[in-house]
């Protein structure tokens, strides 16, 4: 769950042509085009880690999918499947195709998703979404011997608040959330305060727990601090959370008019939990 204005981080292995550039562009490719090679399409992506070719993740991904009971449903808002940098599909590579299952939408009923909603009716659901009514994962009696199922919902704060809210299916199984205090190593978007974690590391953290095995958060860690090393090394800049901006003095946006959002703004240097 990530703040909307990710700034410019997401946009880092974009690359935008400018009009001059597109016209040298089309001038370097002129003679090109009879070669029997493919020159103007898009980035080919690699099956299992759907990065592009040339920044492929797969070296730190595990040679084989994870053997965990629990099984993940990852619940997808479309906005953040066309991000260029995504870590769902991180996630699903390090896990046996049916233990992370990822639903893309902001509506499911009951009709429309039977599985879905049998999922959420099942006991040994949870899901994870922070507030108070969740109770803290670590503290959930994990005894079942049948095996547990975890909803995640993946998109921005404001998207996740929208698809938990708007769908009554979401509110059936337990709330949990994570008392954790890894900090993000999600280091190239804007999270918006220091606890907060990509829903990647949601995952590697809530299925640690879950498996009672350590070793699962750094396997599934392993990727994206790959990505994010070769992202800083290509010249993209750690987006400190806003928390810690505010708390340094290094905001330099306009601080927010609304009354509500400067509120907000207060209790995030004040460190109080919202
Ligand atoms: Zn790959």
Same mark, same amino acid.
């Given at each position: 769950m990530e703040e909307e204005a990710a700034g410019s981080g997401e946009n880092l292995a974009s690359h935008t042509i400018s009009e001059s550039e597109a016209a040298t562009e089309e001038d370097s490719c002129q003679g090109l085009w009879e070669l029997p090679v493919e020159c103007s399409v898009r980035r080919r992506e690699c099956d299992r880690c759907g990065r592009p070719q040339?920044?492929?993740?797969?070296?730190?991904?595990?040679? %084989?999918?994870?053997?965990v009971s629990t099984c993940l449903y990852i619940i997808q808002h479309p906005a953040e499947e066309s991000r260029v940098l995504r870590t769902v599909p991180l996630l699903a590579a390090c896990l046996p195709e049916d233990k992370c299952k990822v639903l893309i939408g902001r509506r499911f009923s009951e009709d429309r998703y039977p599985e879905l909603a049998s999922v959420c009716r099942n006991p040994n659901t949870l899901i994870l979404?922070? !507030? &108070? !009514? &969740? &109770? @803290?994962?670590?503290?959930? *009696?994990?005894?079942?011997? *049948?095996?547990?199922i975890i909803v995640i919902i993946d !998109?921005?704060?404001?998207? &996740?608040k929208d698809i938990f809210f708007k769908n009554s299916l979401f509110r059936i199984p337990k709330q949990v959330q994570l008392r954790t205090s890894l900090s993000s190593q999600y280091v190239i978007r804007t999270q918006p305060t220091n606890a907060c974690l990509s829903t990647l590391e949601c995952a590697a953290v809530a299925l640690a727990i879950m498996e009672k095995n350590d070793c699962i958060k750094e396997i599934i860690l392993r990727p994206l601090q790959a990505l994010c090393s070769?992202?800083?090394? %290509?010249g993209a800049q750690i987006h400190h959370s806003k928390e810690h901006l505010l708390k340094n003095g290094l905001y330099d946006k306009p601080m927010p008019k609304n009354k509500r959002k400067l509120r907000r703004m207060e209790l995030l240097? @004040? @460190?109080?939990k919202i």
């Open positions: 040339k920044v492929c993740l797969c070296p730190f991904l595990p040679v %084989h999918p994870l053997r979404y922070p !507030g &108070a !009514g &969740a &109770a @803290n994962l670590e503290d959930v *009696d994990l005894s079942s011997p *049948d095996p547990c !998109g921005t704060w404001s998207q &996740a070769f992202q800083l090394q %290509h240097v @004040n @460190n109080v």
